[in-house]
T-cell receptor, first 116, second 116 residues
Framework: AQSVTQPDIHITVSEGASLELRCNYS??????LFWYVQSPGQGLQLLLK??????LVQGIKGFEAEFKRSQSSFNLRKPSVHWSDAAEYFC??????????????FGTGTRLLVSP | DGGITQSPKYLFRKEGQNVTLSCEQN?????MYWYRQDPGQGLRLIYY???????QKGDIAEGYSVSREKKESFPLTVTSAQKNPTAFYLC???????????????FGPGTRLTVL
């Protein structure tokens, strides 16, 4: 079955420091991968997505992610974290259902805390 | 502004009552989805709809019902048969896919349901 693993439940980063959030997926076919961010009590905002092509994907708010097929990973990075980046981050993989339609399978999320 | 609206933001329900959560989108998206979010579990798909007057069960449909009478609207009813309905509910929509079969999903702000 398709699955997404985000091994870090919480991460604390100092403001201005670099960030990397880990995401590993399990999916037999070509994966379609997404990162979303959620502020407390809010909906999810799409940060970036990977469908094909260049394995380094640029997103909004200065985020980027790199698809590594050999490692089944799609880690999210940011070179310098701002206090406003504190939120929960979700990685997801698009999978095909037997109806021919797609669904997203989400990881359990990583909560980012930013220290002054 | 185009977007997805969910109402109400907070909802309280007594045990044994049915309750309906509203989801409206003006993005002209054809597909709509309902997810449930519980702490530490990521998002789980309840129902989805590809077109008007058609919908399919997701992974955790028991105790829920939906309708899709209009393209813009996809209300979710949480019935008394749902054993543990207290959760954060997120609605999403997606446009027709592009060159790939992938559908990018966009989320509403969510409704927090609490059963008293």
């Amino acid at each position: 079955a398709q699955s997404v693993t985000q091994p870090d439940i919480h991460i604390t980063v100092s403001e201005g420091a670099s960030l990397e959030l880990r995401c590993n997926y399990s999916y037999g076919a070509t994966p379609y991968l997404f990162w979303y961010v959620q502020s407390p009590g809010q909906g999810l905002q799409l940060l970036l997505k990977y469908f094909s092509g260049d394995t380094l994907v640029q997103g909004i708010k200065g985020f980027e992610a790199e698809f590594k097929r050999s490692q089944s990973s799609f880690n999210l990075r940011k070179p310098s974290v701002h206090w406003s980046d504190a939120a929960e981050y979700f990685c997801a993989v698009g999978t095909n259902m037997n109806t021919g339609f797609q669904k997203l399978v989400f990881g359990t999320g990583t909560r980012l805390l930013v220290s002054p | 502004d185009g977007g997805i609206t969910q109402s109400p933001k907070y909802l309280f329900r007594k045990e044994g009552q049915n309750v309906t959560l509203s989801c409206e989108q003006n993005l002209n998206h054809d597909a709509m989805y309902w997810y449930r979010q519980d702490p530490g579990q990521g998002l789980r798909l309840i129902y989805y709809s590809q077109i008007v007057n058609d919908f399919q069960k997701g992974d955790i449909a028991e105790g829920y019902s939906v309708s899709r009478e209009k393209k813009e609207s996809f209300p979710l009813t949480v019935t008394s048969a749902q054993k543990n309905p207290t959760a954060f509910y997120l609605c999403a929509s997606s446009p027709l896919p592009g060159p790939t079969t992938v559908r990018t999903q966009y989320f509403g702000p969510g409704t927090r349901l609490t059963v008293l």
